[in-house]
């Protein structure tokens, strides 16, 4: 099947020949139709497999005959957990709505909110929004729904993990009940039918790339460690490798920060993108990253929901997450559209039972290997996993012991962007 059965008009398909895109993934075809024919929708969908195009791409066909925004209004929200997300879908709305006379803006927290107020005054057709961000604006009178055609969760499995329930309630009473809903998720989790159950109406079921699946294009192996051994070995591995470019997974934004020092330190240009990070110096580190200039990008889990990076060859697990369910969109960040990725695990004897809980949900064990140089260590469960939360005993009393002062988020740089004739982005 080709983009061109699926109903999409003449502009939207010269903006995916553009970028050599001609044949939709499994999602995609399964998708769009739906969408077009006005159904409510729950996709059950993997990292990797397409799925932002799955909703934006009917989304752009459908707002495209239609009268423009009102003032302080918008005709479609999409809800995302992350900024990082948020972004990747505005830049799927601008590439693929290149050709159409549509506008959009992507608002999240971490930046000031007068800007985002101004670019609302207008209307936009398509609103991308964290959902704190979103209330705030609301509150503000900065954007209203008399007339929304369509909400989108994505993520919906990550906002709850997050704990946005109770925002996403809220704004679910701020909407018009006469509306589509398409809800995307990774799974149809018991928590996210419930979520449903009287948002979507006669909703169809679609479910695409189960979480094993993800596993059959991904070579998957790791290394037992110990701790004092993993800096080492992550320079080791990294030297072995000579690859241009990796993402290397911290369970924690400390352990990312030390880790960056480390590899600068060893000669590896690196950069970490985590929440205490200010959406200023995330978007600069995800920039470079992209550009070439960054070769180590070392984030955490929430922090890399949107990374989305063709080719990217391997990611390392320096840590594992501490939800199995992660490690799973971890490693969709390599092998995406078909290619062959590698994920590498560095795996201690306290991360044993997230190891298994990981290789039963993937559905395969994960083959274990021996650096060269290192002490074999044998994974066998008995180390007990620290407590989550767990500070280390405080040092004897003697010097004081210096506060951190919180730092004020950087101001986000401005990029000049270039005129296009598709959609406005009304955000930066």
Excluded: W
Excluded at 186 to 214: C, H, M, Q, W, Y
Excluded at 281 to 307: H, P, S, Y
Excluded at 394 to 420: C, F, I, V
Aim: aromatic letters at 4%; charged letters at 25%; one cysteine or more.
């Amino acid at each position: 099947m080709n983009f061109s059965e699926l109903g999409l008009c003449p502009e939207i398909l010269a903006a995916l020949e553009r970028q050599g895109y001609t044949q939709p993934t499994p999602i995609q075809q399964r998708a769009i139709p739906e969408v077009l024919a006005g159904k409510d929708l729950m996709a059950a969908a993997q990292t990797g497999t397409g799925k932002t195009a799955g909703f934006t791409l009917p989304i752009l066909e459908m707002l495209k005959a239609n009268e423009r925004a009102k003032p302080n209004t918008a005709r479609v929200l999409i809800l995302t957990p992350t900024r990082e997300l948020a972004a990747q879908v505005g830049e799927s709305v601008a590439t693929y709505g290149a050709n159409l006379p549509l506008n959009y803006a992507v608002v999240f927290g971490g930046v000031k909110i007068n800007p985002q107020m101004m670019k609302l005054r207008k209307g936009v057709d398509i609103l991308v929004a964290t959902p704190g961000r979103l209330l705030d604006l609301y509150q503000q009178n900065a954007v209203r729904f008399p007339k929304l055609e369509m909400l989108v969760l994505d993520e919906a499995d990550r906002m709850l993990d997050m704990g946005f329930i109770h925002d996403i309630k809220k704004i679910i009473k701020l909407l018009p009940e006469k509306r589509q809903t398409l809800m995307f998720s990774a799974t149809f989790s018991d928590d996210i039918r419930k979520l449903a159950k009287g948002l979507v109406n006669d909703p169809v079921e679609v479910s695409v790339a189960a979480a094993n699946t993800t596993a059959e294009r991904i070579e998957q192996i790791m290394y037992p460690a110990q701790k004092s051994q993993k800096p080492r070995m992550l320079m080791q591995i990294l030297r072995n490798l000579n690859i241009p470019q990796v993402i290397v997974f911290s369970r924690t934004k400390h352990g990312a920060n030390r880790l960056v020092k480390q590899l600068d330190g060893d000669g590896f240009l690196a950069a970490a993108i985590h929440g205490n990070k200010s959406q200023g110096a995330r978007t600069k580190a995800l920039a470079d990253f992209k550009a070439g200039k960054v070769q180590v990008l070392v984030a955490t889990d929430i922090a890399a929901r949107g990374i989305d990076i063709d080719k990217l060859p391997y990611v390392i697990n320096y840590d594992l997450p501490q939800v199995a369910e992660d490690y799973v969109h971890r490693i969709g960040r390599t092998g995406r559209a078909g290619q062959v990725g590698h994920a590498i695990s560095l795996v201690m004897d306290e991360e044993f039972k997230t190891l298994k809980a990981i290789e039963k949900m993937i559905g395969q064990p994960i083959e274990s290997r021996q650096l060269e140089g290192f002490d074999k260590v044998e994974l066998t469960g008995t180390t007990p996993a620290p407590t989550r939360g767990q500070r280390p005993p405080r040092k004897p009393a003697g010097k004081p012991t210096a506060k951190a002062d919180g730092k004020p988020a950087n101001k986000p740089s401005r990029r000049s962007r270039g005129q296009r004739s598709g959609p406005k982005s009304t955000s930066r």
